[in-house]
């Protein structure tokens, strides 16, 4: 990959080939996904019945 930085005024600009460019929006979006599904999990476990843990008691075990 070859890339160039630009300075213009106080901002830096990198300046890459458009499949760099391509290659690295598609990996984002994936990751994003995963995000996404991380996201639904974590949702569905709060909507979950269970015990709740008050944060105090959270501090507590963590030496906090």
Do not use: C, H, W
């Not at 830096?12 to 979006?29: G, M, N, Q, S, T």
Request: aromatic share 4%; hydrophobic share 40%.
């Amino acid at each position: 990959m070859s890339a160039q930085t630009v300075r213009l005024g106080r901002q830096d600009f990198v300046i890459l080939p458009k499949r760099e460019y391509d290659r690295l929006r598609a990996r984002a979006e994936r990751l994003t996904e995963q995000a996404r599904g991380d996201i639904a999990e974590a949702k569905r476990r709060l909507a979950a019945p269970g015990r709740s843990i008050p944060l105090a008691e959270v501090r507590n075990r963590l030496d906090l």
